[in-house]
T-cell receptor, first 115, second 116 residues
Framework: AQSVTQLDSHVSVSEGTPVLLRCNYS??????LFWYVQHPNKGLQLLLK??????LVKGINGFEAEFKKSETSFHLTKPSAHMSDAAEYFC?????????????FGKGTKLSVKP | GAVVSQHPSRVICKSGTSVKIECRSL??????MFWYRQFPKQSLMLMAT?????????EQGVEKDKFLINHASLTLSTLTVTSAHPEDSSFYIC????????????FGPGTRLLVL
């Protein structure tokens, strides 16, 4: 069965410092993995996705994530945080499910950025 | 990228009334749409999956007679919360997937429902 664990419910960084949001997954198949960002009272925006191509995935707004099969991890990083990065981040596993293709969401990590 | 809209963005209604939420894919044809519910400070929970022209598939614990889903066209799905009660107050988010075989879902901006 597929599952996803976000190891930190809240991460706080200073503006200009690196960001690391951790995610571990469990999947019976070679998974599809996503990171989505949600700003307050907004819908979700896709940051990046891994679909068995390059293990280092570059996304929007300077974010990237590395798929490590040996560690079953898909951590999200950014070299330098910006105030506008403050939001909720969800790590998501995509299910292979024929016509459904459901997503399993992690519980989310709230990123705070201090000036 | 693909754009999904929802209408209304916010709705307040009295207990016992029904509320309809629309989800539209603006620049692609969505063969499958999904409806999620998000409680405050929690993650998204899938309510149902709808494929164009067929009945929706509901997740366990979701009352299909209370949350009516219609996916009448390739660009529109509607969620109707019937006889709404205060416990139905939540943030409802739809997503859409095109028919290319890709698993990426594109999310709408969400609808905040408050039932008084």
């Amino acid at each position: 069965a597929q599952s996803v664990t976000q190891l930190d419910s809240h991460v706080s960084v200073s503006e200009g410092t690196p960001v690391l949001l951790r995610c571990n997954y469990s999947s019976s198949y070679s998974p599809s993995l996503f990171w989505y960002v949600q700003h307050p009272n907004k819908g979700l925006q896709l940051l990046l996705k891994y679909t068995s191509a390059a293990t280092l995935v570059k996304g929007i707004n300077g974010f990237e994530a590395e798929f490590k099969k040996s560690e079953t991890s898909f951590h999200l990083t950014k070299p330098s945080a910006h105030m506008s990065d403050a939001a909720e981040y969800f790590c998501v596993v995509g299910l292979y499910g024929g016509s459904q293709g459901n997503l399993i969401f992690g519980k989310g990590t709230k990123l705070s950025v201090k000036p | 990228g693909a754009v999904v809209s929802q209408h209304p963005s916010r709705v307040i209604c009295k207990s016992g009334t029904s509320v309809k939420i629309e989800c539209r894919s603006l620049d692609f044809q969505a063969t499958t749409m999904f409806w999620y519910r998000q409680f405050p400070k929690q993650s998204l929970m899938l309510m149902a999956t709808s494929n164009e022209g067929s009945k929706a598939t509901y997740e366990q614990g979701v009352e299909k007679d209370k949350f009516l889903i219609n996916h009448a066209s390739l660009t529109l799905s509607t969620l109707t919360v019937t006889s709404a009660h205060p416990e139905d107050s939540s943030f409802y988010i739809c997503s859409a997937r095109d028919g290319t075989g890709q698993e990426t879902q594109y999310f709408g901006p969400g609808t905040r429902l408050l039932v008084l």
